[in-house]
């Protein structure tokens, strides 16, 4: 987790027989989100996986007592990061890497199945696992204040039909987390067409842990999907509610999101061309030095560039540290026995031009910076981001000048 190894305490359903060609719901979540956990359980009859962020471990293993039944729940220890974000991603990915089942339901955990949704997908999986690369979206709605949810399609189409519920997360400028999801022919499909959804973890790219705390968590790996050339499938009988709760805990240390993952998802884009190069275009890059103590991103935006962390092999070379320190400070050769997030860099306390060793395992971070380092950035074009503000505002989805 961005170089850090992350502990994780496992708890095994206590009550759970899997089956041979089974499908585990998984999630991630706090302790506040238990409620809404416990409606999900009471649709959902198959096993489930769950990453449990616990800041108070005592009090969090007393709520999940009575659920331990068939749920593998994963602890993470927030007090092991203090004053990180929340991690959403990595409890994401733990999840899924954790999960005992290879078909998951990747949902969120404010949202509850339709009825039979578990008993609908087993049989579907043994033509899964021959058929096309794909996963297999759930259509999600919200309902207007004071209404049940559903249970079946028949009941949703009516209450759609009377105005009662809607696409989930309808209002501008949030109605494009789900709007590629057909919903008008979804309401008369009969067979599979064209997101939460079910997947072959086995097949399925992992979410980018890079993204913290609130904003295109779900986007970059939506995007990835795609890039890595998988389906999107809906399914025509299955969909998953939002259920209203409080803001979470979470959010109220979180910082304006608009702020900070424009340029993590402005970076991320840049790493999915390098990734999956059969779609990428070539982008210049150009190697800049930064100030002692700045991170890249401000290097870049100082000349008017971005930084891209997926091409650090441009600027990780000690002919490159060499042109723009100079031999004076680089001397003949450049350290190559260190590695971290912050390097290539010239670093004042070690007086050497230090190369990152090991630029798979730790890789470049934009906005990592180092007190004692004058970092080498991968700096290019600033590259068009979608769902930040200028970007919704430019498309006239909504103004969020006007609409203070």
């Given at each position: 987790w961005h170089g850090a190894q992350l502990l994780v305490h496992t708890l095994l359903a206590t009550k759970l027989t899997l089956k041979k060609d089974d499908v585990s719901w998984v999630t991630q979540l706090t302790a506040d989100r238990l409620e809404g956990f416990t409606k999900m359980m009471e649709r959902w009859k198959g096993p489930i996986t769950a990453a449990l962020y616990c800041r108070d471990l005592k009090k969090d293993l007393a709520a999940i007592k009575p659920l331990r039944d068939r749920v593998d729940f994963h602890l993470i220890l927030a007090d092991l990061h203090p004053g990180r974000l929340y991690p959403v991603n990595t409890l994401r990915n733990v999840a899924i890497d954790n999960c005992r089942t290879q078909y998951i339901a990747l949902v969120d955990?404010?949202?509850?199945?339709?009825?039979?949704?578990?008993?609908?997908?087993?049989?579907?999986?043994p033509t899964?696992?021959?058929?096309?690369?794909?996963?297999?979206?759930?259509?999600?709605?919200?309902?207007?204040?004071?209404k049940v949810v559903p249970r079946t399609k028949p009941e949703l189409l009516e209450m759609w039909g009377k105005g009662q519920l809607s696409p989930v997360h309808p209002e501008p400028g949030r109605d494009i987390a789900h709007k590629h999801t057909d919903y008008p022919r979804w309401k008369i499909a009969q067979l599979p067409y064209e997101p939460y959804f079910v997947a072959d973890k086995q097949r399925m790219p992992r979410y980018d842990a890079s993204f913290l705390g609130y904003g295109n968590d779900k986007t970059g790996h939506c995007y990835e999907i795609f890039k890595a050339g998988i389906k999107y499938l809906v399914l025509p009988d299955a969909f998953v509610f939002h259920q209203d709760h409080p803001r979470g805990e979470w959010l109220s240390s979180d910082i304006?999101?608009?702020?900070?993952?424009?340029?993590?998802?402005?970076?991320?884009?840049?790493?999915?061309?390098?990734?999956?190069p059969a779609t990428a275009k070539p982008r210049q890059i150009t190697p800049v030095a930064g100030r002692k103590g700045e991170?890249?991103?401000?290097?870049?935006?100082?000349?008017?560039?971005?930084?891209?962390?997926?091409?650090?092999?441009d600027v990780n070379k000690c002919d490159v540290l060499k042109r723009l320190f100079g031999a004076?400070?680089?001397?003949?050769?450049?350290?190559?026995?260190?590695?971290?997030?912050?390097?290539?860099?010239?670093?004042?306390?070690?007086?050497?031009?230090?190369?990152?060793?090991?630029?798979?395992?730790?890789?470049?971070?934009?906005?990592?910076?180092?007190?004692?380092?004058?970092r080498v950035c991968?700096?290019?074009?600033?590259?068009?981001?979608?769902?930040?503000?200028?970007w919704i505002t430019k498309q006239g989805l909504y103004d969020y000048k006007k609409n203070k």
């Open positions: 955990a404010d949202f509850v199945p339709n009825d039979g949704l578990y008993e609908s997908l087993l049989p579907k999986i899964w696992k021959d058929g096309e690369n794909a996963v297999y979206v759930l259509a999600a709605f919200q309902l207007q204040s004071g304006e999101f608009s702020l900070r993952n424009p340029t993590t998802l402005g970076s991320f884009f840049l790493e999915m061309e390098s990734k999956y991170n890249c991103t401000i290097t870049c935006k100082r000349a008017n560039m971005a930084c891209h962390s997926g091409y650090h092999k004076e400070k680089c001397g003949p050769t450049c350290a190559d026995n260190m590695f971290g997030n912050d390097l290539p860099a010239y670093n004042h306390a070690f007086k050497q031009c230090l190369i990152n060793q090991k630029p798979t395992e730790y890789k470049i971070n934009c906005q990592q910076a180092q007190v004692d380092s004058e991968p700096c290019g074009e600033v590259v068009p981001e979608w769902l930040t503000h200028d």
